[in-house]
């Protein structure tokens, strides 16, 4: 055994009495945290760009900077996709986009894709045992009116965006019949202004209608449930957002859909872990798309903050694994981008895996006390328990790189594969 196996075990003997002191068993907190599927996002790997629009990323999203080695095409986007998940432990999803279509010289356009133009997609799924959830893409297209697809005064434009919500639900039924595990279809739109808008209520009911048509048919919703994701503003966009959190969680509601919780769109001091209960007491299920906004929406990679982990801490603590789906939602062209999915990844699972190590029922109890002396010092002592070490006997137990290991493998296929893309 090599000397870094044998200090993960001492590690690991040592935490598993800690956290046994504290009632809670590592071997069982691995278990459950091991199972719950965390949604890859597809577009941290070429910056947002797609294979069938404009080439340029429009929709008032960014991302920033130029770090060599972008993925240019399908076989670089999977080749780059399976090389973070090796580095992630646990159960994944693999999170796409409409513009992510593989159309070999078709000429097909958004709002008439079928399953067919992403075979390669669910072809490499099943390989690779993952399941798929998917977004109709409503940007970086001709047919956008400016930031304006659905709610566009266009009839023409709001049609062939129509059309392609049906669509995407179609291929996104194809996709869990397929892998039988649901897909589920999140449809986020820049739809706004820049300037005040003096008519909102049109752009609202606008909106409103195209939804209700593209929602119209239920069948299917099981397998491929719909949601709809809010923004406060997008750059350009940032007077007036047609699908806001109040309009959002309202449309949500009433026409039996569910919201997504995108954790960079809402004011600064605003947190979504905050809304997890209140959201889940009326809606029976929500999306989080979880990122990390630095002072605007700014999508970095999801660290492993407070946040994050308050998060992980309302699913868990209150049951809501069944409720709410995980994904991860960011985009950062300043590092290597294989990394930034394996920092954002291991990070959403670390902080889920210390979510079922905390010792929550003890903290239930001081609330439940009127102990609150005692509930603040045991959340801080959580903070230092050592969940590195069961981390790294988790990551070791599935073969996966532990901590300080898994970079090296990136700098190697960086060197092999990524450095060498002219
Ligand atoms: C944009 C939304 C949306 C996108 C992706 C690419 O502000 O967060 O979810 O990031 O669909
Ligand atoms: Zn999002």
């Known amino acids: 055994m090599s000397d870094r196996r044998r200090s993960i075990q001492k590690g690991y003997e040592y935490a598993r009495e800690v956290y046994a002191d504290l009632g809670v068993d590592t071997e069982q907190a691995i278990q459950a945290a091991d199972v719950i599927p965390v949604s890859m996002h597809c577009w941290q790997g070429d910056d947002v760009t797609g294979f069938d629009g404009t080439g340029s990323l429009t929709g008032g999203i960014a991302t920033t900077g130029n770090y060599p080695g972008r993925a240019r095409n399908l076989q670089e986007l999977q080749a780059d996709i ?5 580095l992630v432990p646990g159960r994944s999803k693999l999170n796409l986009h409409a513009s992510y279509a593989v159309k070999n010289g078709r000429q097909v356009d958004r709002d008439a894709y079928t399953l067919r133009e992403f075979q390669p997609w669910l072809d490499f799924a099943a390989e690779n045992g993952l399941g798929l959830d998917f977004n109709p893409t409503y940007f970086s297209h001709p047919m956008m009116d400016g930031d304006l697809s659905l709610s566009s005064p266009d009839p023409v434009k709001r049609r062939f965006w129509v059309e392609h919500g049906k669509r995407c639900r179609e291929i996104a039924q194809g996709f869990a019949q397929a892998l039988e595990q649901p897909s589920v279809v999140n449809f986020w739109m820049p739809d706004g202004t820049k300037d005040t808008c003096v008519n909102t209520v049109a752009y609202r009911e606008r909106m409103t209608r195209s939804l209700d048509e593209i929602f119209a048919d239920r069948s299917g919703m099981d397998i491929a449930p719909c949601v709809l994701e809010s923004k406060l503003f997008g750059m350009g966009v940032e007077s007036f957002t047609v699908v806001s959190s109040e309009y959002s969680l309202g449309y949500a509601q009433s026409r039996g859909i569910l919201p997504c919780l995108d954790t960079g769109h809402y004011h600064p001091t605003e947190m979504v872990s ?17 990122s990390r906004p630095v002072r605007w929406d700014s999508d970095h990679v999801v660290a492993l903050d407070d946040e994050l982990q308050r998060i992980m801490d309302e699913i868990i603590w209150n049951d809501y694994q069944s409720r709410v789906y995980i994904g991860l939602d960011f985009f950062d062209a300043s590092i290597n981008r294989v990394a930034a999915w394996a920092i954002g990844m291991r990070n959403a699972r670390k902080a889920l895996l210390s979510a079922f190590l905390a010792p929550a029922k003890a903290l239930r109890q001081a609330e439940e006390a009127g102990d609150y002396t005692g509930r603040l010092a045991l959340l801080e002592e ?12 988790y990551c070791q137990s599935k073969g996966i790189p532990e901590d300080g290991a898994w970079l090296q493998q990136v700098r190697d296929y960086e060197r092999a594969t990524l450095g060498v893309r002219a």
Not at 274 to 290: G, Q, R
Request: glycine share 2%; net charge positive; aromatic share 6%.
């Open 82 to 86: 399976l090389a973070a998940l090796r």
């Open 274 to 290: 905050a809304k997890l209960s209140a959201v889940l007491a009326f809606h029976h299920k929500l999306l989080l798309h979880i």
């Open 382 to 393: 959580r903070r230092t328990l050592p969940l590195g070490a069961v981390w790294n006997h």
